[in-house]
């Protein structure tokens, strides 16, 4: 019974360690990326958040093609989600060429849950998964026109 307060205590700090962030079209990529300080782009926020656990996207329409290439793992993936809406990745302004031309690209990525997101006006594929070990990738609720 003496060694339950310290796994207790590594089970804490190993949550503790897993951020959540957000974005918005009204957010400021100098923001913390928090709920109440959005970033505003899809793809800062993937570049700069570290020990992502879930990225939250308020609905709106976000013009700039997002290149994932970080991985979750099999107890803690990575999710990718809407909240307050759909959010949707527009293509407007974008010319794509295959075979690396998403407008949503996950690159050489595990342990990843793409929910509730939108791709529209891709010239090529909206969401597209590729890589030499690509495991464990769950798209849900989302579309691409």
Known sequence: MR???????LCLST??????YYVSTSGNDANPGTISQPFRSIQYALNTASNLETLFIEGGIYYERVTFTVSGTESNPITITS???VATIDGNGF???GPYGGMFEMID?????????????????????????????????????
């Open 95 to 97: 010319t794509l060429f």
């Open 109 to 145: 990525c595990n342990h990843l849950v793409i929910d509730n997101l939108r791709v529209q006006h891709s010239t090529y594929i909206g969401f597209m998964v590729f890589g030499n070990d690509v495991t464990a990738i769950t798209i849900r609720k989302c579309s691409t026109f």
């Open 15 to 20: 949550l503790s360690n897993a951020t959540n």
């Open 3 to 9: 060694y339950f307060p310290i796994l207790f205590l």
């Open 83 to 85: 909240y307050n809406g």
